[in-house]
Protein backbone atom coordinates (compact mmCIF):
# COMPACT_ATOMS: atom_id res chain seq x y z
CA UNK A 1 0.00 0.00 0.00
CA UNK A 2 2.63 2.35 1.19
CA UNK A 3 4.80 1.40 -1.80
CA UNK A 4 1.73 1.91 -4.03
CA UNK A 5 1.32 5.75 -3.01
CA UNK A 6 5.02 5.89 -3.40
CA UNK A 7 5.34 5.11 -6.74
CA UNK A 8 2.13 7.00 -7.81
CA UNK A 9 3.41 9.75 -5.72
CA UNK A 10 6.79 9.58 -8.33
CA UNK A 11 5.05 9.23 -11.40
CA UNK A 12 3.22 12.43 -10.80
CA UNK A 13 6.14 13.96 -9.85
CA UNK A 14 7.46 13.94 -13.03
CA UNK A 15 4.13 14.82 -14.58
CA UNK A 16 3.41 17.64 -13.19
CA UNK A 17 6.34 18.49 -11.13
CA UNK A 18 5.51 22.85 -10.96
CA UNK A 19 2.28 22.02 -9.78
CA UNK A 20 3.49 19.32 -6.92
CA UNK A 21 6.07 21.66 -6.13
CA UNK A 22 3.47 25.09 -5.83
CA UNK A 23 1.49 22.53 -3.84
CA UNK A 24 4.50 21.76 -1.29
CA UNK A 25 5.09 25.30 -1.13
CA UNK A 26 1.94 26.52 -0.25
CA UNK A 27 1.60 23.35 2.02
CA UNK A 28 4.82 24.25 4.11
CA UNK A 29 3.68 27.91 4.02
CA UNK A 30 0.86 27.49 5.87
CA UNK A 31 1.95 25.29 8.35
CA UNK A 32 4.25 27.84 9.08
CA UNK A 33 1.64 30.68 8.53
CA UNK A 34 1.85 31.48 12.12
CA UNK A 35 5.88 31.89 12.09
CA UNK A 36 5.40 33.83 8.26
CA UNK A 37 3.09 36.28 9.98
CA UNK A 38 4.65 36.84 12.79
CA UNK A 39 8.10 37.60 10.74
CA UNK A 40 6.06 39.89 8.62
CA UNK A 41 4.89 41.96 11.39
CA UNK A 42 8.13 42.21 13.38
CA UNK A 43 9.97 43.59 9.41
CA UNK A 44 6.78 45.86 9.56
CA UNK A 45 7.46 47.40 13.04
CA UNK A 46 11.06 47.02 12.69
CA UNK A 47 11.35 49.33 9.21
CA UNK A 48 9.28 51.75 10.74
CA UNK A 49 11.73 52.45 13.33
CA UNK A 50 14.49 52.37 11.23
CA UNK A 51 13.18 54.18 8.09
CA UNK A 52 10.83 56.62 10.02
CA UNK A 53 12.52 59.46 8.27
CA UNK A 54 11.74 58.64 4.92
CA UNK A 55 8.12 56.62 5.52
CA UNK A 56 6.69 59.10 8.08
CA UNK A 57 4.29 62.08 5.90
CA UNK A 58 4.94 64.40 8.57
CA UNK A 59 7.38 65.15 10.78
CA UNK A 60 6.21 63.79 14.37
CA UNK A 61 6.14 67.24 16.36
CA UNK A 62 4.44 69.10 13.30
CA UNK A 63 1.56 70.95 15.39
CA UNK A 64 -1.17 72.84 13.76
CA UNK A 65 -3.72 74.25 15.94
CA UNK A 66 -6.69 74.17 13.36
CA UNK A 67 -6.43 70.90 13.29
CA UNK A 68 -6.89 69.94 16.42
CA UNK A 69 -8.38 66.23 16.85
CA UNK A 70 -9.48 65.87 13.51
CA UNK A 71 -11.17 62.41 12.86
CA UNK A 72 -9.08 60.23 10.39
CA UNK A 73 -10.16 61.28 6.54
CA UNK A 74 -12.13 58.24 6.07
CA UNK A 75 -14.20 58.59 9.01
CA UNK A 76 -14.76 62.55 8.78
CA UNK A 77 -18.30 63.84 7.66
CA UNK A 78 -16.85 67.08 6.94
CA UNK A 79 -13.99 65.90 4.44
CA UNK A 80 -12.01 68.19 5.77
CA UNK A 81 -9.55 66.10 7.51
CA UNK A 82 -6.24 65.22 5.47
CA UNK A 83 -5.25 62.78 8.33
CA UNK A 84 -5.14 58.78 7.32
CA UNK A 85 -5.54 58.03 11.14
CA UNK A 86 -6.64 61.41 12.13
CA UNK A 87 -4.76 64.51 14.65
CA UNK A 88 -4.11 64.29 18.25
CA UNK A 89 -4.67 67.25 20.57
CA UNK A 90 -2.29 69.33 19.37
CA UNK A 91 -3.22 68.74 15.42
CA UNK A 92 -0.40 66.56 15.11
CA UNK A 93 -0.39 63.31 12.73
CA UNK A 94 -1.20 60.27 14.30
CA UNK A 95 0.22 58.03 11.55
CA UNK A 96 3.47 59.77 11.45
CA UNK A 97 3.97 59.75 15.38
CA UNK A 98 2.84 56.22 15.36
CA UNK A 99 5.74 55.56 13.00
CA UNK A 100 8.28 57.47 15.06
CA UNK A 101 6.55 55.80 18.18
CA UNK A 102 8.05 52.51 16.45
CA UNK A 103 11.57 53.64 17.14
CA UNK A 104 11.25 53.96 20.88
CA UNK A 105 9.38 50.41 21.01
CA UNK A 106 11.88 48.63 19.04
CA UNK A 107 14.77 49.93 20.59
CA UNK A 108 13.92 49.55 24.18
CA UNK A 109 12.84 45.36 23.10
CA UNK A 110 16.16 44.96 21.31
CA UNK A 111 18.74 46.54 24.09
CA UNK A 112 16.66 45.38 26.81
CA UNK A 113 16.44 42.29 26.23
CA UNK A 114 20.80 42.44 24.86
CA UNK A 115 21.33 43.40 28.63
CA UNK A 116 19.41 40.33 29.94
CA UNK A 117 20.33 38.06 27.34
CA UNK A 118 23.94 38.43 28.54
CA UNK A 119 23.69 38.93 31.88
CA UNK A 120 21.15 36.00 32.62
CA UNK A 121 23.36 34.13 29.96
CA UNK A 122 26.73 35.00 32.24
CA UNK A 123 24.73 34.30 35.18
CA UNK A 124 23.13 30.76 33.78
CA UNK A 125 26.49 29.94 32.61
CA UNK A 126 28.35 30.46 36.36
CA UNK A 127 24.99 28.96 38.15
CA UNK A 128 25.11 25.71 36.01
CA UNK A 129 28.76 24.92 35.35
CA UNK A 130 30.40 26.23 38.23
CA UNK A 131 27.34 24.74 40.59
CA UNK A 132 27.86 24.50 44.22
CA UNK A 133 27.83 27.69 46.38
CA UNK A 134 28.13 30.09 43.52
CA UNK A 135 24.37 28.24 41.65
CA UNK A 136 23.18 28.52 45.74
CA UNK A 137 24.04 32.35 45.64
CA UNK A 138 22.30 33.32 42.39
CA UNK A 139 19.63 31.15 42.53
CA UNK A 140 18.74 32.65 45.68
CA UNK A 141 19.41 35.97 43.84
CA UNK A 142 16.72 34.89 41.29
CA UNK A 143 14.33 33.81 43.43
CA UNK A 144 14.25 37.50 45.33
CA UNK A 145 14.01 38.95 41.68
CA UNK A 146 11.34 37.02 40.91
CA UNK A 147 8.99 37.34 44.31
CA UNK A 148 9.64 41.43 43.69
CA UNK A 149 7.15 42.29 40.95
CA UNK A 150 9.09 44.33 38.29
CA UNK A 151 6.29 46.82 37.70
CA UNK A 152 6.88 47.71 41.69
CA UNK A 153 10.47 48.42 41.57
CA UNK A 154 10.29 49.82 38.03
CA UNK A 155 8.02 52.47 39.58
CA UNK A 156 10.12 53.44 42.68
CA UNK A 157 13.41 53.59 40.54
CA UNK A 158 11.98 55.63 37.74
CA UNK A 159 9.62 58.05 40.40
CA UNK A 160 13.41 58.44 41.79
CA UNK A 161 15.26 58.55 38.70
CA UNK A 162 12.55 60.54 35.71
CA UNK A 163 11.63 59.33 32.59
CA UNK A 164 14.38 58.42 30.28
CA UNK A 165 14.95 55.67 27.68
CA UNK A 166 18.17 54.43 29.00
CA UNK A 167 16.89 54.37 31.85
CA UNK A 168 13.88 52.21 31.19
CA UNK A 169 16.28 50.12 29.06
CA UNK A 170 18.91 49.52 31.75
CA UNK A 171 16.37 48.60 34.89
CA UNK A 172 14.13 46.33 32.47
CA UNK A 173 17.40 44.56 31.42
CA UNK A 174 19.07 44.14 34.86
CA UNK A 175 16.00 43.02 36.53
CA UNK A 176 14.32 40.39 33.68
CA UNK A 177 17.42 37.90 33.72
CA UNK A 178 16.03 35.71 35.79
CA UNK A 179 14.12 33.94 33.03
CA UNK A 180 17.10 33.79 30.99
CA UNK A 181 19.63 32.79 33.97
CA UNK A 182 16.96 29.42 34.98
CA UNK A 183 16.77 27.76 31.31
CA UNK A 184 20.56 28.23 30.41
CA UNK A 185 21.49 26.32 33.63
CA UNK A 186 19.12 23.64 33.24
CA UNK A 187 20.78 22.92 30.35
CA UNK A 188 24.02 23.46 31.31
CA UNK A 189 23.74 21.14 34.41
CA UNK A 190 22.60 18.27 31.81
CA UNK A 191 25.65 19.33 29.52
CA UNK A 192 28.42 19.20 31.48
CA UNK A 193 27.67 15.43 32.51
CA UNK A 194 27.98 14.31 28.20
CA UNK A 195 30.95 12.96 27.55
CA UNK A 196 32.32 15.14 24.55
CA UNK A 197 32.22 17.86 27.38
CA UNK A 198 33.65 15.44 29.94
CA UNK A 199 36.57 14.61 27.09
CA UNK A 200 37.21 18.09 26.50
CA UNK A 201 37.79 18.57 30.65
CA UNK A 202 40.16 15.45 30.23
CA UNK A 203 42.27 16.58 27.48
CA UNK A 204 43.02 19.86 29.56
CA UNK A 205 40.97 22.54 28.17
CA UNK A 206 40.23 25.42 30.25
CA UNK A 207 36.67 25.80 31.58
CA UNK A 208 36.40 29.19 29.38
CA UNK A 209 37.27 27.33 26.30
CA UNK A 210 35.01 24.44 27.17
CA UNK A 211 32.00 26.71 27.84
CA UNK A 212 32.61 29.11 24.23
CA UNK A 213 33.36 26.05 22.63
CA UNK A 214 31.41 23.35 23.79
CA UNK A 215 28.33 24.48 25.78
CA UNK A 216 27.52 27.72 24.99
CA UNK A 217 26.77 26.71 20.91
CA UNK A 218 24.42 24.37 22.88
CA UNK A 219 22.30 27.03 24.42
CA UNK A 220 22.22 29.23 21.67
CA UNK A 221 19.35 28.31 20.20
CA UNK A 222 16.90 28.55 23.33
CA UNK A 223 18.66 32.01 24.00
CA UNK A 224 17.52 33.24 20.80
CA UNK A 225 14.14 32.05 21.23
CA UNK A 226 13.65 33.71 24.69
CA UNK A 227 14.84 36.64 23.58
CA UNK A 228 12.28 37.18 20.97
CA UNK A 229 9.85 36.18 22.89
CA UNK A 230 11.15 39.05 25.62
CA UNK A 231 11.59 41.27 23.43
CA UNK A 232 7.47 41.28 23.31
CA UNK A 233 6.98 41.75 27.37
CA UNK A 234 9.72 44.27 27.40
CA UNK A 235 7.68 46.48 24.75
CA UNK A 236 4.67 45.94 26.74
CA UNK A 237 6.11 47.08 29.98
CA UNK A 238 7.92 49.98 28.43
CA UNK A 239 4.30 50.75 27.29
CA UNK A 240 2.96 50.35 30.17
CA UNK A 241 5.19 52.64 32.70
CA UNK A 242 5.14 55.41 29.95
CA UNK A 243 1.64 55.30 30.11
CA UNK A 244 2.09 55.72 33.92
CA UNK A 245 4.27 58.42 32.93
CA UNK A 246 7.33 56.57 34.45
CA UNK A 247 8.91 55.58 31.00
CA UNK A 248 10.06 57.57 27.98
CA UNK A 249 9.90 61.02 28.20
CA UNK A 250 6.69 62.26 27.32
CA UNK A 251 7.57 64.74 24.75
CA UNK A 252 8.95 61.95 22.54
CA UNK A 253 6.53 60.61 20.15
CA UNK A 254 6.47 56.87 22.19
CA UNK A 255 3.00 54.13 22.17
CA UNK A 256 2.59 54.23 25.60
CA UNK A 257 2.77 58.30 25.80
CA UNK A 258 0.20 58.91 23.11
CA UNK A 259 -2.29 56.52 25.21
CA UNK A 260 -2.14 58.54 27.97
CA UNK A 261 -2.35 61.89 26.02
CA UNK A 262 -5.56 60.13 24.39
CA UNK A 263 -7.18 59.39 27.99
CA UNK A 264 -8.60 62.90 28.17
CA UNK A 265 -10.62 62.71 25.03
CA UNK A 266 -11.77 59.05 24.93
CA UNK A 267 -15.50 60.75 24.72
CA UNK A 268 -14.95 63.09 21.74
CA UNK A 269 -11.49 61.73 19.69
CA UNK A 270 -11.70 57.39 20.07
CA UNK A 271 -9.05 57.16 17.46
CA UNK A 272 -6.17 58.80 19.59
CA UNK A 273 -6.51 55.69 21.69
CA UNK A 274 -7.54 53.54 19.50
CA UNK A 275 -4.18 53.37 16.91
CA UNK A 276 -1.61 53.23 19.17
CA UNK A 277 -2.87 50.49 20.81
CA UNK A 278 -3.25 48.22 17.42
CA UNK A 279 0.37 49.57 16.77
CA UNK A 280 1.27 47.96 20.02
CA UNK A 281 -0.89 45.25 19.72
CA UNK A 282 0.35 44.32 16.05
CA UNK A 283 3.92 44.48 17.28
CA UNK A 284 4.25 42.21 20.12
CA UNK A 285 1.78 39.64 18.57
CA UNK A 286 4.38 39.37 16.06
CA UNK A 287 7.24 38.85 18.31
CA UNK A 288 5.17 36.22 20.46
CA UNK A 289 4.12 34.58 17.04
CA UNK A 290 7.87 34.46 15.47
CA UNK A 291 9.22 33.54 18.89
CA UNK A 292 6.92 30.78 19.53
CA UNK A 293 6.93 29.81 16.09
CA UNK A 294 10.85 29.65 16.59
CA UNK A 295 10.65 27.60 20.02
CA UNK A 296 8.75 24.87 17.94
CA UNK A 297 11.38 24.40 15.54
CA UNK A 298 14.87 24.91 17.46
CA UNK A 299 13.72 23.60 20.82
CA UNK A 300 9.97 22.55 21.06
CA UNK A 301 11.09 21.22 24.64
CA UNK A 302 11.64 24.98 26.13
CA UNK A 303 9.41 25.66 28.89
CA UNK A 304 8.77 29.81 29.02
CA UNK B 1 5.61 18.88 56.19
CA UNK B 2 6.33 21.23 59.68
CA UNK B 3 9.74 21.32 58.48
CA UNK B 4 8.64 22.51 55.59
CA UNK B 5 6.66 25.24 56.38
CA UNK B 6 9.04 26.49 59.13
CA UNK B 7 12.14 26.77 56.35
CA UNK B 8 9.69 28.16 53.72
CA UNK B 9 8.79 30.62 56.58
CA UNK B 10 12.65 31.52 57.24
CA UNK B 11 13.01 31.98 53.37
CA UNK B 12 10.12 34.37 53.18
CA UNK B 13 11.86 36.27 55.94
CA UNK B 14 14.86 36.52 53.98
CA UNK B 15 13.05 37.88 50.94
CA UNK B 16 11.33 40.59 52.54
CA UNK B 17 14.34 41.43 54.01
CA UNK B 18 16.09 41.92 50.53
CA UNK B 19 12.98 43.77 49.43
CA UNK B 20 13.03 45.99 51.98
CA UNK B 21 16.98 46.52 51.20
CA UNK B 22 16.07 46.74 47.75
CA UNK B 23 13.31 49.57 48.26
CA UNK B 24 14.92 51.28 50.79
CA UNK B 25 18.40 51.96 49.33
CA UNK B 26 17.33 52.52 45.32
CA UNK B 27 15.07 55.68 46.60
CA UNK B 28 18.07 56.80 48.87
CA UNK B 29 21.40 56.05 46.50
CA UNK B 30 19.79 57.27 43.54
CA UNK B 31 20.20 60.98 45.08
CA UNK B 32 18.91 63.20 47.52
CA UNK B 33 15.26 62.29 48.50
CA UNK B 34 14.50 65.93 49.32
CA UNK B 35 16.25 67.77 46.44
CA UNK B 36 13.93 65.60 44.21
CA UNK B 37 11.06 66.05 46.11
CA UNK B 38 11.15 69.80 46.16
CA UNK B 39 12.52 70.09 42.49
CA UNK B 40 9.14 72.19 41.59
CA UNK B 41 8.93 74.73 44.02
CA UNK B 42 11.71 77.04 45.13
CA UNK B 43 11.96 75.62 49.20
CA UNK B 44 12.45 77.85 52.34
CA UNK B 45 15.67 76.06 54.24
CA UNK B 46 13.67 75.64 56.75
CA UNK B 47 10.95 73.39 55.25
CA UNK B 48 14.18 71.19 53.79
CA UNK B 49 15.40 71.27 57.37
CA UNK B 50 12.30 69.86 58.46
CA UNK B 51 11.34 67.54 55.90
CA UNK B 52 14.84 65.83 56.25
CA UNK B 53 14.29 65.81 60.25
CA UNK B 54 11.16 64.14 59.69
CA UNK B 55 12.77 61.85 57.60
CA UNK B 56 14.93 60.88 59.34
CA UNK B 57 17.70 62.05 56.87
CA UNK B 58 19.96 63.65 59.24
CA UNK B 59 20.88 60.36 61.09
CA UNK B 60 23.92 57.73 59.31
CA UNK B 61 22.16 55.65 56.67
CA UNK B 62 22.45 52.27 58.33
CA UNK B 63 21.32 53.94 61.48
CA UNK B 64 18.41 55.24 59.06
CA UNK B 65 17.67 51.91 58.28
CA UNK B 66 17.77 50.17 61.24
CA UNK B 67 14.78 52.58 62.46
CA UNK B 68 12.98 52.12 59.01
CA UNK B 69 12.83 48.33 59.86
CA UNK B 70 11.68 48.58 63.31
CA UNK B 71 9.17 49.98 61.84
CA UNK B 72 8.28 48.22 59.84
CA UNK B 73 8.43 45.59 62.24
CA UNK B 74 5.21 46.97 63.82
CA UNK B 75 3.29 48.25 61.08
CA UNK B 76 4.48 51.25 61.51
CA UNK B 77 5.30 52.71 57.54
CA UNK B 78 5.25 56.41 58.47
CA UNK B 79 3.41 59.26 57.62
CA UNK B 80 2.08 60.85 54.66
CA UNK B 81 4.22 64.41 53.43
CA UNK B 82 0.61 65.28 51.98
CA UNK B 83 -2.03 64.59 54.49
CA UNK B 84 0.37 63.64 57.37
CA UNK B 85 -2.09 60.34 57.92
CA UNK B 86 -0.49 57.06 58.87
CA UNK B 87 0.65 55.43 56.13
CA UNK B 88 -0.85 52.03 56.81
CA UNK B 89 -4.14 53.53 57.53
CA UNK B 90 -3.70 54.89 53.94
CA UNK B 91 -3.38 51.78 52.66
CA UNK B 92 -5.45 49.28 55.10
CA UNK B 93 -8.25 51.92 53.73
CA UNK B 94 -7.42 51.50 49.70
CA UNK B 95 -6.26 47.41 50.36
CA UNK B 96 -9.89 46.55 49.69
CA UNK B 97 -10.59 47.85 46.67
CA UNK B 98 -7.27 46.23 44.89
CA UNK B 99 -8.25 43.21 46.22
CA UNK B 100 -11.82 43.02 45.04
CA UNK B 101 -10.40 44.20 41.55
CA UNK B 102 -7.78 41.48 41.47
CA UNK B 103 -10.03 38.69 42.60
CA UNK B 104 -12.32 40.06 39.84
CA UNK B 105 -10.16 39.67 37.40
CA UNK B 106 -9.15 36.49 38.43
CA UNK B 107 -12.63 35.31 37.96
CA UNK B 108 -13.23 36.85 34.29
CA UNK B 109 -9.96 34.87 33.59
CA UNK B 110 -11.13 31.58 34.76
CA UNK B 111 -14.51 31.98 33.24
CA UNK B 112 -12.61 32.62 30.18
CA UNK B 113 -9.93 30.27 30.02
CA UNK B 114 -11.23 27.49 31.22
CA UNK B 115 -14.22 26.24 28.62
CA UNK B 116 -11.61 27.87 25.77
CA UNK B 117 -8.86 25.83 27.02
CA UNK B 118 -11.26 22.41 27.74
CA UNK B 119 -12.97 23.11 23.99
CA UNK B 120 -9.51 23.30 22.83
CA UNK B 121 -7.86 20.40 24.13
CA UNK B 122 -10.84 17.74 23.60
CA UNK B 123 -11.18 19.40 19.75
CA UNK B 124 -8.01 19.14 19.45
CA UNK B 125 -6.27 19.92 15.62
CA UNK B 126 -10.06 21.71 14.74
CA UNK B 127 -11.05 24.92 13.92
CA UNK B 128 -12.40 25.28 17.41
CA UNK B 129 -8.72 24.66 18.97
CA UNK B 130 -7.46 27.06 15.96
CA UNK B 131 -9.63 29.68 17.25
CA UNK B 132 -8.78 29.08 21.00
CA UNK B 133 -5.05 29.35 20.20
CA UNK B 134 -5.29 32.39 18.12
CA UNK B 135 -7.39 34.12 21.32
CA UNK B 136 -4.96 32.77 24.07
CA UNK B 137 -2.14 34.05 21.75
CA UNK B 138 -3.96 37.10 21.25
CA UNK B 139 -4.78 37.91 25.04
CA UNK B 140 -1.06 37.78 25.72
CA UNK B 141 -0.34 40.77 22.92
CA UNK B 142 -2.12 43.93 24.18
CA UNK B 143 -1.71 46.30 26.88
CA UNK B 144 -4.00 45.64 29.57
CA UNK B 145 -4.67 49.49 30.17
CA UNK B 146 -5.16 49.97 26.12
CA UNK B 147 -8.28 47.45 26.49
CA UNK B 148 -9.39 48.98 29.34
CA UNK B 149 -10.10 52.19 27.16
CA UNK B 150 -11.40 50.43 24.71
CA UNK B 151 -13.90 49.27 27.09
CA UNK B 152 -14.44 52.37 28.11
CA UNK B 153 -14.73 53.76 25.15
CA UNK B 154 -17.53 51.13 23.99
CA UNK B 155 -19.48 50.04 26.79
CA UNK B 156 -19.54 53.26 28.80
CA UNK B 157 -19.06 55.88 26.43
CA UNK B 158 -21.01 54.28 23.20
CA UNK B 159 -23.75 51.66 25.12
CA UNK B 160 -23.56 53.46 28.55
CA UNK B 161 -24.03 50.04 29.71
CA UNK B 162 -21.98 50.64 32.84
CA UNK B 163 -19.99 53.50 34.31
CA UNK B 164 -16.26 54.73 33.16
CA UNK B 165 -14.42 55.08 36.16
CA UNK B 166 -15.38 54.96 40.03
CA UNK B 167 -15.72 52.43 42.72
CA UNK B 168 -19.68 52.20 43.30
CA UNK B 169 -21.59 49.00 43.37
CA UNK B 170 -20.89 45.52 41.46
CA UNK B 171 -21.13 47.30 37.85
CA UNK B 172 -18.26 49.59 38.16
CA UNK B 173 -16.40 45.96 39.07
CA UNK B 174 -16.99 44.73 35.88
CA UNK B 175 -15.25 46.73 33.11
CA UNK B 176 -12.13 46.81 35.24
CA UNK B 177 -12.15 43.40 36.02
CA UNK B 178 -12.12 42.49 32.31
CA UNK B 179 -9.20 44.62 31.23
CA UNK B 180 -7.29 42.93 34.38
CA UNK B 181 -8.37 39.51 33.58
CA UNK B 182 -7.98 39.23 29.68
CA UNK B 183 -4.39 38.88 29.67
CA UNK B 184 -3.88 36.12 32.47
CA UNK B 185 -6.65 34.27 31.17
CA UNK B 186 -5.02 33.98 27.69
CA UNK B 187 -1.84 32.36 29.22
CA UNK B 188 -4.48 30.34 31.47
CA UNK B 189 -6.37 29.02 28.20
CA UNK B 190 -2.81 27.93 26.98
CA UNK B 191 -2.09 26.19 30.73
CA UNK B 192 -5.25 24.45 30.80
CA UNK B 193 -5.05 23.35 27.07
CA UNK B 194 -1.91 21.68 27.64
CA UNK B 195 -2.38 19.91 30.65
CA UNK B 196 -5.84 18.99 29.76
CA UNK B 197 -4.10 17.32 26.67
CA UNK B 198 -1.19 15.93 28.85
CA UNK B 199 -4.30 14.02 30.84
CA UNK B 200 -6.47 12.87 28.48
CA UNK B 201 -3.79 10.38 26.98
CA UNK B 202 -3.59 8.82 30.57
CA UNK B 203 -5.16 5.03 30.58
CA UNK B 204 -7.42 5.78 33.27
CA UNK B 205 -9.19 8.08 31.13
CA UNK B 206 -9.72 5.34 28.70
CA UNK B 207 -10.86 3.03 31.20
CA UNK B 208 -13.40 5.70 32.38
CA UNK B 209 -14.53 5.78 29.00
CA UNK B 210 -14.12 2.15 28.58
CA UNK B 211 -16.78 1.66 31.49
CA UNK B 212 -19.36 3.65 29.39
CA UNK B 213 -19.07 7.05 31.16
CA UNK B 214 -20.62 9.49 29.17
CA UNK B 215 -17.72 12.01 27.61
CA UNK B 216 -18.34 14.97 29.19
CA UNK B 217 -18.84 13.35 32.47
CA UNK B 218 -15.06 11.72 31.81
CA UNK B 219 -13.70 15.32 31.13
CA UNK B 220 -14.99 17.52 33.64
CA UNK B 221 -14.75 14.66 36.47
CA UNK B 222 -11.73 13.02 35.30
CA UNK B 223 -9.44 14.98 33.58
CA UNK B 224 -10.38 18.14 34.47
CA UNK B 225 -10.08 18.01 38.02
CA UNK B 226 -6.69 16.68 37.57
CA UNK B 227 -5.96 19.44 35.29
CA UNK B 228 -6.86 22.07 38.18
CA UNK B 229 -3.62 21.10 40.18
CA UNK B 230 -0.67 22.76 37.72
CA UNK B 231 -3.83 25.96 37.22
CA UNK B 232 -4.23 26.56 41.00
CA UNK B 233 -0.43 26.83 40.94
CA UNK B 234 0.02 28.80 38.15
CA UNK B 235 -3.23 31.30 39.18
CA UNK B 236 -1.08 31.68 42.75
CA UNK B 237 2.13 32.65 40.75
CA UNK B 238 0.59 34.79 38.19
CA UNK B 239 -1.37 36.91 41.64
CA UNK B 240 2.23 38.90 41.43
CA UNK B 241 1.80 40.15 38.24
CA UNK B 242 -2.29 40.57 38.42
CA UNK B 243 -1.52 43.00 41.49
CA UNK B 244 1.04 45.03 39.16
CA UNK B 245 -1.71 45.02 36.58
CA UNK B 246 -3.99 46.61 39.32
CA UNK B 247 -1.85 49.70 39.15
CA UNK B 248 -1.82 50.50 36.22
CA UNK B 249 -5.94 49.58 35.55
CA UNK B 250 -6.79 51.12 38.69
CA UNK B 251 -5.07 54.84 36.64
CA UNK B 252 -6.96 53.78 33.64
CA UNK B 253 -10.92 53.71 35.83
CA UNK B 254 -10.19 55.50 38.69
CA UNK B 255 -10.11 53.29 41.43
CA UNK B 256 -9.43 53.93 44.74
CA UNK B 257 -6.92 51.29 45.52
CA UNK B 258 -3.33 50.61 46.88
CA UNK B 259 -1.98 50.99 43.03
CA UNK B 260 -3.41 54.63 42.27
CA UNK B 261 -2.46 55.56 45.91
CA UNK B 262 1.15 54.91 44.56
CA UNK B 263 0.57 56.23 41.50
CA UNK B 264 -0.68 59.68 42.95
CA UNK B 265 2.19 59.53 45.83
CA UNK B 266 4.74 59.71 42.83
CA UNK B 267 3.03 62.58 41.32
CA UNK B 268 3.20 64.55 45.13
CA UNK B 269 6.65 62.75 46.32
CA UNK B 270 5.19 61.22 48.45
CA UNK B 271 7.85 58.93 49.39
CA UNK B 272 6.70 57.21 53.00
CA UNK B 273 3.34 56.68 50.56
CA UNK B 274 5.39 55.11 47.95
CA UNK B 275 7.28 52.70 49.89
CA UNK B 276 4.91 51.80 52.40
CA UNK B 277 2.66 50.96 49.23
CA UNK B 278 5.53 49.11 47.26
CA UNK B 279 6.47 47.10 50.02
CA UNK B 280 2.83 46.06 51.38
CA UNK B 281 1.83 44.79 47.87
CA UNK B 282 5.21 42.91 47.60
CA UNK B 283 4.62 41.29 50.89
CA UNK B 284 1.07 40.33 50.10
CA UNK B 285 2.40 38.58 46.58
CA UNK B 286 4.85 36.81 48.98
CA UNK B 287 2.24 35.61 51.17
CA UNK B 288 0.22 34.09 48.30
CA UNK B 289 2.76 32.35 46.93
CA UNK B 290 4.05 31.27 50.20
CA UNK B 291 0.15 29.70 50.51
CA UNK B 292 -0.15 28.37 47.18
CA UNK B 293 2.96 26.48 47.76
CA UNK B 294 1.60 25.19 51.07
CA UNK B 295 -1.43 24.02 48.99
CA UNK B 296 0.01 21.92 46.67
CA UNK B 297 -0.31 18.72 49.10
CA UNK B 298 -3.85 19.04 50.23
CA UNK B 299 -5.04 19.22 46.21
CA UNK B 300 -2.75 16.76 45.78
CA UNK B 301 -2.03 14.34 48.20
CA UNK B 302 0.63 12.31 45.64
CA UNK B 303 2.88 15.33 46.19
CA UNK B 304 4.95 15.44 49.29
CA UNK B 305 6.70 19.21 49.18
CA UNK B 306 8.69 18.12 52.52
CA UNK B 307 10.96 16.06 50.08
CA UNK B 308 12.44 18.43 47.77
CA UNK B 309 11.44 22.12 47.46
CA UNK B 310 11.95 22.86 43.99
Sequence with gaps: MQQGAAVQNEKSQSARPLFLRLKRSVKFFFRNFSGFLGLFLVIVSVSAALFADYIAPMEAGQASLSARLDPPSWADE?????????????????????????????????????????????????????????????????????????????????????????????????TNWVGFARVIRGQVISLKEMEYVQAAHAVGGSHFRIIRKHVLPNVLSSILVLATLYIAEFILLEASLTFLGLGVDPTIPSWGGMLADSRNYITSAWWTATFPGFAIMLTVLGFNLFGDWLRDKLDPNLKV | MIQYIIRRLIHTVFVVLAISLI???????????????????????????????????????????????????TFDLGESFRSGLPVSTMIAERMGPTVLLALGGILVAILIAFPVGILSAVKRGTAVDFFGRIFSLLGISFPNFWLGIMLIIVFAVQLQWFPASGYDGWKSLVLPSIALGMILSGILARLVRSS???????????????????????????????????????????????????????????????????????????????QGGVIVLAMLMILVNLIVDLSYSFLDPRIKVGGSDK
Design chain 2, 23 to 73: VFFSIRLTGDPVAIMFQAGEPTKEAIEEVRENLGLNEPLIVQYGIFMKQLI
Design chain 2, 196 to 274: MLEILNQQYISTAKSKGIKDWVVIIRHAFRNALIPTTTFLGIQFGSLLGGTVIIEQVFSWPGVGRMIIDAINQRDYPVI
Design chain 1, 78 to 174: TGESTFLLGADQLGRDMLSRIIYGAQISIKVGFFGVLIAMILGTIMGLISGYFGKWMDDLIMRLADIQLAFPFILFAIIVMSVLGPGIWKIIIILGI
